[in-house]
DNA sequence: GCCAACGTTGGC
DNA sequence: GCCAACGTTGGC
């Protein structure tokens, strides 16, 4: 099973609405990006991923898991664009910031450290496991 | 609100 | 295929 981080911005989407889907979950629409883009498409159901609030926040609230395969994305026609469907599986006990993420010498090499701009990328795991203690889980 | 970093677009 | 211009993201 491989790790992921869904990034959004609780302006737009929040760990609050994501968990009020329940188990429906949503469709991860509005990735229009291809580095993103083709790290949905290598997810299979059951994946596991960590849900961030960027801009506000700025730090891992909780934990989803991949319910639907990458397919079209609804909200646009370009074909070149798919999406997978995550469902809120648990919060962290402990929201585990970016600050704390920068300061801990085991998640250097984190994604969200280096490239803050993707929006969906892969969690090593290690990367999972440091976070999952931090957060309190 | 600013601005650096980065990805995408489009002219050549 | 290159690269300048532009738009967006997201930390600060």
Redesign the pocket.
């Known amino acids: 099973m491989a790790y992921w981080l869904f ?1 959004s ?1 609780p302006d737009a989407w929040s760990w609050d609405q994501q968990v009020a889907r329940g188990d429906k979950g949503e469709e991860w629409t509005g990735v ?4 993103a883009r083709n790290h949905m498409r290598a997810m299979q159901l059951g994946d596991r991923g960590f849900f961030y609030h ?2 506000i926040g ?1 730090e891992i609230v909780g934990i989803v898991e991949v319910c639907g395969l990458s397919a079209p994305d609804s909200t646009t026609d370009d074909p070149r664009w798919d999406c997978v469907t995550i469902k809120a599986v648990m919060p962290l006990a402990r929201p585990v910031t ?2 704390d993420c ?1 300061a801990d010498e085991r998640l250097k090499d984190m994604v ?1 450290v280096n ?5 969906v990328q892969p969690v090593s795991d290690a990367e999972w496991q440091t976070i999952c203690k931090l957060g309190g889980i």
Do not use: D, F, G, W
Not at 32 to 35: A, C, D, F
């Open positions: 990034k911005e229009r990006n291809y580095q960027s801009n700025k970016l600050e920068k969200l490239n803050a701009r993707l929006s």
